[in-house]
Each structure stands twice: as C-alpha cells, then as structure tokens.
C-alpha cells in the first residue's frame, strides 16, 4: 500500500522555467511533509517541509504547496536552473502523540527533473 | 562540517556471510535510522532509534540487526545476507523538534550486492 505517491516518474523542463513537482498522499495522519533531492551517488539532501498547520512555505526558489483536503503537495523552483537536475522524493509523517513518535518518514517513489539549458 | 558517514559505500559478498555497515554521525543528534533504496518502492526504514540503546523496527526489518551503543554510531548488522537484500542503503540522523523528529541528514549510501 503506498501511502505516498508520485506519479510521474520524470519531467523535463526549460532552464528559467517553472518546475513543479507533485505528490500525492492517503494517510490523513500525516501532519509534516519534506522534499528531499537526489544525485547519482550521493544520499537524498533536505530543500524544504511544510506543517500541516500551514499551506504554503517558501525558501528561495522553492515553494511548497499542501492541500490538505485533496491530500496533494507539490513543489514549485523558480526559475529552474540545469543544477537542479535530481530525483526529488516527497516524504510524510505522522508526529506524535498519534505515531508514538518513530520519526519514520514514508517516501513515494521519487520523480526525476531534468532542467535543459 | 556535519555529515553522515557510512563504510563500506560498495559491497559484494555472498549469500549467509556476515556483514556490518557503519554509520557515524558528527551533529550529535539523536535520532538516527536506516533505510533502503529498491527501484520502484522510494525508501523505506529498516530501524529507527530514538538515543542510545532505544532501537526499534521500521517497515522492513527482517534480516537485519541494529545497535546504538554510542550517540554517534549506528551499525547495520546483516547476519545472514540474501540475494533480496540487494539494495542501496541509507542512513540518517536528525534532532528532535518540538513535535518530533527533524529534518533527515542522509548519508552518501551502500551499495550491497549479496550473490
């Protein structure tokens, strides 16, 4: 049962583009969601998380999405630069008291972006 | 500069010969865990532990062991390796945040290859 989903395995975009990245979840548990980017050979980096409490956070060139009722994150860069070429995973977890509080993260299956310049 | 590391980054060995993964962390957090990387599936945990001595199961533990008998160090400890348990292995640490564990540092990974 995958309780994250990403559903498109690849994009491809324009450098200065807007990229956007989706993620859809089923667990209405889930209260705190993280985008985490991956280079070959290297582990997943932290960008960005949002709370449940909130619907959109921002940093930078990355802009996190949360709508809670659709149980739909995404992610948007702007503009995309050819460096963020990565496979980006989407991540949820429960916090406690509900979860007892094991820290797991619950990751969908990860879309790859590619930025062409 | 804080970083997860992890030894050996490559590994292939055969089937029922014992083996350990070290993980150690710089950033004196407490909370670490293991993961695995299949295509297809994301990452899923193997084990978790909160501090010292406090381990417990993820989603895919059998096969595997864990310890923590410092802050720093997280060990993966495969008893009796499986071709099934090919995989890219992660390890991760992170801090407590008010409503529980913080963002997740990643080590580079382990590519174990069990023949």
């Known amino acids: 049962d995958q309780q994250v989903k990403q559903n498109s395995p690849s994009l491809s975009v324009q450098e200065g583009r807007i990229s956007i990245l989706n993620c859809d979840y089923t667990?209405?548990?889930?209260?705190?969601f993280l985008w985490y980017k991956k280079y070959p050979a290297e582990g997943p980096t932290f960008l960005i998380s949002?709370?449940?409490?909130?619907d959109k956070n921002e940093d930078g060139r990355f802009t996190v999405f949360l709508n809670k009722s659709a149980k739909h994150l995404s992610l948007h860069i702007v503009p995309s630069q050819p460096g963020d070429s990565a496979v980006y995973f989407c991540?949820?977890?429960?916090?406690?008291?509900?979860?007892?509080?094991?820290?797991?993260?619950?990751f969908g299956q990860g879309t790859t972006l590619q930025v062409k310049p | 500069e804080a970083q997860v590391t992890q030894n050996p980054r490559y590994l292939i060995t055969v089937t029922g010969k014992k083996l350990t993964v070290t993980c150690s962390q710089n950033?004196?957090?407490?909370?670490m865990s293991w993961y695995r990387q299949d295509p297809g599936l994301g990452l899923r945990q193997i084990y978790y532990?909160?501090?010292?001595?406090?381990?417990d199961k993820g989603d895919v533990p059998e096969g595997y062991k864990v310890s923590r008998k410092e802050k720093r160090n997280f060990p993966l400890i495969l008893e009796s390796p499986s071709p099934n348990q090919t995989s890219l292995y992660f390890c991760?640490?992170?801090?407590?945040?008010?409503?529980?564990?913080?963002?997740?540092?990643f080590g580079p990974g382990t590519r174990l290859t069990v023949t």
């Open positions: 991760a640490s992170s801090s407590r945040r008010p409503l529980g564990v913080g963002e997740q540092y």
């Open positions: 667990n209405s548990m889930f209260d705190y």
């Open positions: 949002i709370s449940s409490i909130k």
């Open positions: 991540a949820a977890s429960v916090s406690p008291p509900f979860s007892g509080n094991t820290g797991k993260l619950i």
């Open positions: 950033m004196n957090h407490e909370y």
């Open positions: 532990s909160m501090n010292v001595e406090v381990t």
